[in-house]
């Protein structure tokens, strides 16, 4: 068994993408800039949001984190989108979600500027996306691509069994496995909470890509032998042995299936570094597409 590294893989990532910015501050250019909106107090997002600034601020980027109340109004986030869209000194920006119950977030998403929506989760992205034109892939399954690919994981030809179809892991995940080019190549089943006998699936799968936030959800049994497991999930579970109270748990029972797997992903140190290294390169590429 073989681990997939994503806390190095993504100290890779940035140190790259440190060399790039490095040419830009000798040609006197303008670096880039990355906006993190944040709306409310939730514990999860506050720490993800700040692991991003903290990425910037290693990349060499500029970063804006704007922190607007629990109680804000969807017209008042909608505003403050609109600035963001109109200045030019940004390059990217995000909207961190769950949002409030009171703002819509679609509505929100699709008044994000596609040039500037760096998570790429504007429907116009997701299109591109999924019509394998040239576009901001959203992070995590952008994260996981990258992983594959630099540790030479073969796609091609393999059955991949995606399970979870969010719009920002699954369902995106699911397109882009099945995508012409490497990675990709795959033939891909996206299974979900309506899925009937999924450990059937699951064990005919040759890679399998859990997103489903249930802690210790892939059991072993539910395994192929040398199959490669990329484990998203990243639920927070009380440990009072633990100064912060809680630790970060997969939806893989990594214990008994990284006995099983050829590739495995740890949790934490596995696709949770490698979706913050992927948001900065979008936010490169944001960059980059606006210089002529
Ligand atoms: N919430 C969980 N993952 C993400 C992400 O990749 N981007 C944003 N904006 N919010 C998230």
Sequence with gaps: ???????????DIKAEIAIEVQKMITNAEKVPHLAAVIVGNDGASLTYVGSKV????????ESTLVKMPSTTSETELL??????????????FIVQLPLPVQI????VLMAIDPSKDVDGFHPENFGKMALDMTTFIPATPFGILELLERYGVETQGKHTV?????????RPM????????????????????????????TT????????????????????????V???VGITRVSDDTKEKGYRITGDVDFDNVSKKASFITPVPGGVGPMTIAMLMKNTLLAREMKRD
């Design 1 to 11: 068994m073989q681990l997939l590294d994503g806390k190095k893989t993504a100290e």
């Design 54 to 61: 903290k990425a910037c601020q290693r990349v060499g980027f």
């Design 79 to 92: 505003k403050k989108i609109k600035e963001l869209n109109e200045d030019n000194a940004i390059d990217g």
């Design 104 to 107: 819509d977030e679609q509505k």
């Design 162 to 170: 995606v399970i979870g179809r969010s719009h920002i892991v699954g």
């Design 174 to 201: 699911s397109i882009l496995m099945g995508r012409k080019g490497f990675p990709g190549n795959s033939t891909v089943t996206l299974t979900h909470s309506y899925t009937k006998n999924i450990a059937q699936i």
């Design 204 to 227: 005919q799968a040759d890679i399998i890509i859990t997103a489903l936030g249930v802690p210790n959800y892939l059991k072993a049994e539910m395994v192929k032998d040398g199959a």
């Design 229 to 231: 497991v990329i484990d």
